[in-house]
């Protein structure tokens, strides 16, 4: 295994380092991790820093790698194998491959991951209304619950609800639907690249009956006239 020992890259070269590869000739990915010892740094601007390996090793904390007029970029496997020694990015990415597409953001540090991790959501909670003749379901966050994210990743999901029917009833089937993801944040990073199931229904839904009243119109009739004929006024409607 390589290791990164102060690499300084004046003017506006940038430094990369990928497996096999070395960077003049002070530094070598021979192993698959990226081992940091030292400050690495670049004058250049846009991806200034870009390093990938099968994992990251950071030994020379926060200021580890400095990209003042561009970025740093890390490739990786797996969060939960990478030592980040006080880096922090400014998003992270999964189902990332090194030389395949670019990076969920166009500016900002960024740790980018092969991993791929699905989303399963789930209903929890209740979702309660009163009969107005429409099967349509008011979902909160509260009520969208979701595994599988990675440890210290916050996920909040969004999505339309429906009703199995529009009548009045308890323990009805809600389903969600248009599932999608409102925000991923870890930390202060934004988070980019989960997958998502698209399908969750439980039975907690209640729609409560509506209370009708009838208010009968005033009438008056003189003797041996006809009745006169009955009207009312509806109210809840």
Known sequence: ????????????????????????????????????????????????????GHRLINNAGATALLADQGRWLIWSGDPAQDRLGGLRPDFKQY?????????????????????????????TGSVVKVYDGDASAGLTAANLAVSGAVEGDIVVLRANGQYDTRNAGSAKTVTATDIGIASATSGG???????????????????????LRIAADDQSMFTFDPLPPFTASYIGL
């Open 95 to 123: 189902n990332a491959i090194f030389g395949s597409g670019a990076a969920a953001q166009a500016a900002g540090n960024g740790l980018l991951y092969t991993l791929a991790p699905v989303l399963v959501p789930s209903l």
């Open 1 to 52: 295994v390589g290791a990164l020992t102060g690499v300084t890259a004046g003017g506006a070269a940038k430094v990369s380092l990928v497996a096999g590869q070395a960077v003049n000739g002070a530094a070598s990915n021979l192993g698959g991790a990226i081992v940091l010892d030292a400050t690495v740094a670049s004058a250049g601007s846009g991806d200034a820093i870009g390093l990938a």
């Open 189 to 211: 990073a934004t988070v980019h690249g989960y997958q998502l199931l698209d399908a969750a229904a439980a039975p907690i839904g209640t729609i409560s009956p509506r209370t």
